[in-house]
């Protein structure tokens, strides 16, 4: 059974550019979580997606933004680069309607921006 | 909000002691509590879950669950260098999960 999948693995951009992050969930996931992990931070989260629908949102701008396709994958935008973008964005999935399951994370998109 | 708090760490132990990892969690819906690995430079991975009070043991960790404090915590038995790592509490409510921001463990040789 594949995992979760995230590309591309690295990335370097250039502030004021826009990036796109993939993310492609475990078959039968349709709930698909974005994190934001810097030293410090811990995981900060971005949004979640279930059924082709942003069902949860954390606190951050509006230059980051997502969607989900109708094969649950997801993607995640963040447009407008700055400097403190640079981050590991994990991506999560898990199943719906069981207490003991758990979130099954991506390796991860390390983004720097220069 | 819904917060976890984990201790930052960093937390040392030497080789075959037991390092005890706390987290404490606001939302008292919680349903059912995680316990995640995270090497550095790699994503998280899972160690444990538990949903009842009490004890899970699961080798050389055991999960501990009190709901009434609010309270969850991970020991780590015969601890060895390779259990070096960030270990993350993670608490789902609904379809939500919430995770603290991690304690930093070095196990000394």
């Known amino acids: 059974k594949a995992g979760v999948t995230q590309t591309p693995r690295y990335l370097i951009k250039t502030r004021g550019q826009q990036v796109t992050l993939s993310c492609s969930p475990i078959?039968?996931?349709?709930?698909v979580s974005w994190y934001q992990q810097t030293p410090g931070q811990g995981l900060q989260f971005l949004f979640e997606?279930?059924?082709?629908?942003?069902?949860n949102k954390g606190n951050f701008p509006g230059r980051f933004s997502g969607r989900q396709f109708s094969n649950s994958r997801s993607e995640m935008n963040v447009s407008t680069l700055e400097l403190g973008d640079s981050a590991l964005y994990l991506c999560a999935s898990s199943l719906e309607g069981t207490r003991n399951t758990e979130a099954f994370f991506g390796q991860g998109t390390r983004l720097t921006v220069v | 909000q819904k917060e976890v708090e984990q201790n930052s760490g960093p937390l040392s132990v030497p080789e075959g002691a037991i390092a005890s990892l706390n987290c404490t969690y606001s939302d008292r819906g919680s349903q059912s509590f995680f316990w995640y690995r995270q090497y550095s430079g790699k994503s998280p991975e899972l160690i444990m879950f538990?949903?009842?009070?009490g004890d899970k043991e699961d080798g050389r960790f055991t999960a501990q669950l009190n709901k009434a404090s609010q309270y969850v915590s991970l020991l780590i038995r015969d601890s060895q260098p390779s259990d070096s790592a960030t270990y993350l509490c993670?608490?789902?409510?609904?379809?939500?999960?919430?995770f603290g921001t991690g304690t930093s463990l070095t196990v000394i040789p």
């Open positions: 993670a608490v789902r409510a609904g379809n939500q999960f919430y």
């Open positions: 078959s039968g996931h349709r709930s």
């Open positions: 538990i949903y009842s009070n």
């Open positions: 997606y279930f059924s082709e629908t942003q069902r």
